[in-house]
């Protein structure tokens, strides 16, 4: 089987397929039992990213349990500043940290062996194409340059990400630096995955819905841009899936100022406006992940809204972020089966 024949390959390229494939952000995670039981062996969250014995495995969890038709890398958005010698840390029930950089901390920024720091998570990427069913897309992922620059100055994640919209009015000069370090080591980082046997890729921008119209423009829309214009320049084949959650209207012309071959939608995008938007392309959404921890009637409703909205378009059928660990494990297989079955 080609890999334009993988049902999201074809969806990225504009196909309408009914039922539509399925996938879910953090579907290898804290909800599954097997999950819990080889983070244990692993040791810390960092660990088990750069183990490609214990990444290839969560990864391949929820591919046995559920037959999803994309399986995403395990990793996470914090490697590349992990690489950048930032001191990144995982503390249980405080979340990511690391040492805040500052202006002059910015200057000193270099970005050589990064690529080669992370080696095994490509080690990870070929041993997940070589096991993985024929006909499951593997998706390799990367942070958003404003998301990672967001923990990189504040040291840890905020509700408001007020330090790095702070920075940014204060130092732009700095700020910009930052984002345009981080966009091209992250375009570099996004091709070797593909090299290793990623089908397309993923960009997280987790946080641009903090920003007001023209900080998008500058810190979201900007970087991402630069990526994806650099991923195609050198594999102009490639496909890049964009998922600025929170972004709201201002997804209208995300597509095309950045260039995305398909954008995700959280679930607080209203089901017409991302009906206008899949006119133009691709989407992928956008149930809101705590109607799977709620269960029927709730995930039965919210499913057949959205397919009944986006199912006659190229849709990528997803959660609006993240899975959560309260989620039964049965409400997702209960959701696989919904959505296969068309609903109803």
């Not at 000193?108 to 490509?122: C, K």
């Not at 990427?125 to 942070?143: D, M, Q, S, W, Y």
């Not at 970087?223 to 890049?240: D, G, H, L």
């Amino acid at each position: 089987m080609s890999e334009t024949r993988r049902k999201i390959m074809r969806v990225l390229d504009g196909e309408t397929l009914s039922p539509p494939p399925v996938w879910l952000m953090r579907q290898a995670g804290r909800y599954l039992p097997e999950y819990r039981q080889t983070r244990a062996k692993a040791g810390s969250f960092l660990d088990l990213c750069y183990s490609p014995e214990h990444a290839v495995e969560v990864t391949l969890q929820p591919i046995r349990r559920y037959g999803f038709d994309a399986a995403i890398l395990f990793s996470d958005i914090l490697v590349i500043p992990d690489a950048m010698k930032r001191n990144v840390r995982f503390t249980e029930g405080h979340g990511p940290e690391m040492d805040p950089i500052d202006e002059a901390g910015i200057s000193r920024l270099d970005a050589g062996g990064v690529i080669d720091y992370l080696n095994p998570v490509f080690e990870t990427v070929r041993r997940l194409r070589a096991e993985l069913p024929e006909e499951t897309t593997l998706l390799g992922f990367c942070g958003a340059p404003w998301t990672v620059a967001t923990y990189m100055i504040a040291g840890h994640g905020t509700p408001d990400q007020a330090p790095a919209r702070l920075f940014a009015y204060q130092y732009p000069k700095a700020f910009e630096r930052l984002l345009t370090l981080l966009a091209d080591i992250s375009a570099e980082y996004l091709v070797t995955q593909i090299d290793a046997g990623a089908d397309a890729v993923q960009i997280f921008d987790s946080w641009a819905g903090v920003l007001g119209e023209k900080e998008f423009e500058a810190f979201a829309v900007k970087p991402v841009a630069r990526m994806i214009a650099a991923i195609k320049a050198r594999r102009p084949n490639a496909r890049v899936i964009s998922f600025a959650k929170g972004a709201g209207y201002l997804l209208k012309t995300y597509r095309h100022k950045t260039g995305a071959d398909a954008i995700g939608l959280d679930w607080s995008v209203p089901l017409e406006f991302a009906a206008e938007l899949q006119k133009e392309g691709a989407v992928q959404g956008n149930l809101d992940p705590m109607r799977v921890v709620a269960g029927s009637p709730a995930l039965e409703e919210g499913i057949d809204e959205i397919l009944a909205h986006l199912g006659g378009g190229p849709l990528i059928f997803n959660l609006g972020h993240g899975i959560t660990p309260q989620a039964d494990p049965e409400n997702v297989r209960l959701l696989v089966e919904r959505v296969r079955r068309g609903g109803n």
